[in-house]
């Protein structure tokens, strides 16, 4: 069963406008959560992670990401986009963390107009 | 501070072919993963090793894959032989293995091409 799922695959947005991306995961228990962004020929590198606490979690390059437990959901949000925001943005979480293994959605790819 | 550096960056061969990828993770980071991403998909996780053990390898492909990291630093992932369905980005990750240090840094990845 998918654990993670990223309902939209790709986005368009204008640059200067807000963007929200969509993650729900599939779990009993409140998972670890991790959005990273891939920009083309690049690793992954991680925005923002959220572990426990404050649901409201701040991420470098200006994104955040809230974690809504009725709603089993962890969308990343930016106020203004900029072009360089353009790649692909995946939503991760560990199952089992004895396993430490991440599982990823299949990835939103967000395209910026000027 | 380097990070995780994956070589090949890009690797076209032959069906039946061996193969070898190799990463070497980020100094002091005890875990290292490796991933394998097909196009339009998230990376899947193929192998985690703590230090030179092979702690989860359920997702390992035995019968062509294999893998190894000696003396706990640099790892290599091996295909033998290679098949069509093989071609997809390795991604080579490493973490600091600590109780709830779950943040992974990646490498670039090897784009394998199996024609």
């Known amino acids: ?16 406008a807000s963007l929200e991306l969509r993650c729900n995961y599939s779990y009993g228990a409140t998972p670890y959560l991790f959005w990273y962004v891939q920009s083309p020929g ?48 995946f939503c991760a979480v560990v199952r089992d963390t004895g396993r430490r293994a991440l599982t990823f959605g299949s990835g939103t790819r967000l395209q910026v107009q000027p | 501070e380097a990070g995780v550096v994956q070589s090949p960056r890009y690797k076209i061969i032959e069906k039946k072919q061996p193969v070898a990828f190799w990463c070497n ?43 190894e990291r000696l003396k706990g630093v640099d790892s290599t992932l091996k ?11 390795y991604l080579c990750a ?4 600590q109780a709830f240090s779950y943040e992974q840094y990646f490498g670039p990845g090897t784009r394998l091409t199996v024609t």
């Open chain 1, 42 to 89: 690049q690793g992954l590198q991680l925005l923002l992670k959220y572990f426990s606490g404050d649901t409201l979690v701040q991420g470098i390059k200006g994104f955040e990401a809230e974690f809504k437990r009725s709603q089993s959901s962890f969308n990343l949000r930016k106020p203004s986009v900029h072009w360089s925001d353009a790649a692909e943005y």
């Open chain 1, 1 to 16: 069963a998918q654990s993670v799922t990223q309902p939209d695959i790709h986005i368009t947005v204008s640059e200067g």
């Open chain 2, 79 to 89: 295909i033998q032989p290679a098949e069509l369905g093989d071609s997809a980005v």
């Open chain 2, 25 to 67: 993770p980020i100094s002091g980071h005890n875990t290292l993963y490796w991933y394998l991403q097909n196009l339009g998909q998230g990376p899947e996780l193929l192998i985690r090793y703590e230090n030179e053990e092979a702690v989860d390898d359920s997702q390992l492909p035995k019968d062509r894959f294999s893998a």
């Open chain 2, 94 to 97: 490493s973490s600091l293995g």
